[in-house]
């Protein structure tokens, strides 16, 4: 016979379940064959509930407290073995306990980057990463769905599921957003409580209450990411002569100690040169000049006002050289205009 025949005859009668680790959502009573005692004291701590599941389907659920597991106790029981009123004999069901504390720093994030339409850049690929915290409300819909029959079930065997979830939920509710990348990051406190607006109820279908939403990031694929920098720095830098001379005095220290007071100043000078090379290469703005007529300001040698259309020049009625339409004598020939 030996002792574990010994005691798997034994009727249980004290249940109960010191939680070991703050990942377990889901723990079942180790019965192992026995039968539960009529009369049994279940313990439920505080930030728990239990669940009896008869024949797979679930029965009674319990609070935190102490109950005495008799037929007043276990109505829906009860009535699933058919008992007579005031029964005496064990009965065999497992009890399922379950954590109902909030499961905090949950992390979650986008696998791949998701594509999507943008104001200013026609379309945009985005990352994105954050935290959430959940914690179990429906223990008879989570045993149903999600943990079944497992001795333990904690929050790592749920986490592929849940950032599923989360993940299939990020476009849609940055396309209601209507938003552009450039302003997400000002908005994220506003991104994040619409999220967790929109992914409670997948929560909840799930036997699950969603506490909180953060959103940590929204980033974009480096290649994007680098041609953003580049385009940035080119509208910070403006003046490109300006932007070479900057980088040559910025490069000095390091050219001194590379090649000394000679490899300094080289650098300077080269990066002076570049910088009136590039300046001298860009359009010059035109000189103005003031409308004979209606006195706007237009650029100087136009021959017909933008504004008004008048006749800016002249031809010398002498040598046909145009003049302009304030002169007195043509310039050439010296011929009075007309």
Excluded at 143 to 172: E, M, N, Y
Excluded at 242 to 270: D, H, N, T, W
Aim: net charge neutral; charged share 20%.
């Amino acid at each position: 016979m030996g002792l574990w025949n010994a005691i798997k005859g034994q009727a249980i009668d004290v249940i109960e379940w010191t939680e070991s680790s703050d990942d377990v959502l889901a723990w079942r009573f180790p019965v192992e064959g026995n039968e539960i005692k009529n009369g049994a004291k279940l313990t439920v701590r505080e930030s728990q509930t239990a669940l009896l599941v008869d024949q797979g389907q679930p029965a009674d659920q319990f609070k935190p407290g102490l109950h005495t597991l008799e037929t007043e106790n276990l109505p829906i029981l009860t009535k699933l073995q058919s008992w007579p009123y005031g029964f005496k004999s064990p009965f065999k069901s497992e009890v399922y306990f379950y954590s109902l504390r909030e499961k905090l720093d949950q992390r979650w994030g986008t696998p791949q980057p998701i594509t999507l339409r943008d104001k200013e850049f026609g379309s945009v690929q985005i990352r994105m990463f954050g935290l959430f915290s959940y914690h179990l409300a429906d223990a008879p819909s989570f045993h149903r769905k999600i943990s079944g029959t497992r001795a333990v079930f904690g929050t790592d065997d749920l986490a592929g599921q849940l950032v599923g979830v989360v993940a299939g939920a990020v476009p849609g509710a940055f396309a209601a957003s209507g938003l552009p990348f450039l302003d997400m990051a000002a908005n994220q406190s506003a991104l994040s409580a619409t999220m967790k607006e929109q992914l409670a109820p997948r929560f909840a279908e799930l036997g699950l209450s969603l506490d909180s939403f953060v959103i940590q990031s929204v980033t974009l694929p480096e290649p994007l990411q680098k041609a953003l920098h580049e385009k940035q720095s080119m509208g910070i830098v403006g003046d490109l002569g300006r932007y070479a001379q900057y980088q040559a005095a910025q490069a000095i220290p390091e050219a001194a100690k590379s090649g000394g007071l000679a490899g300094a100043g080289l650098g300077l000078g080269v990066g002076v040169a570049m910088g009136q090379q590039m300046a001298q290469a860009l359009p010059q703005q035109q000189p103005q000049a003031a409308c004979v007529s209606c006195k706007k300001s237009i650029e100087t040698g136009s021959a017909f006002c933008k504004h008004c259309g008048a006749a800016q020049r002249r031809a010398c009625p002498q040598c046909k050289t145009e003049a302009a339409s304030d002169a007195t004598f043509c310039a050439k020939c010296g011929t009075k205009l007309p």
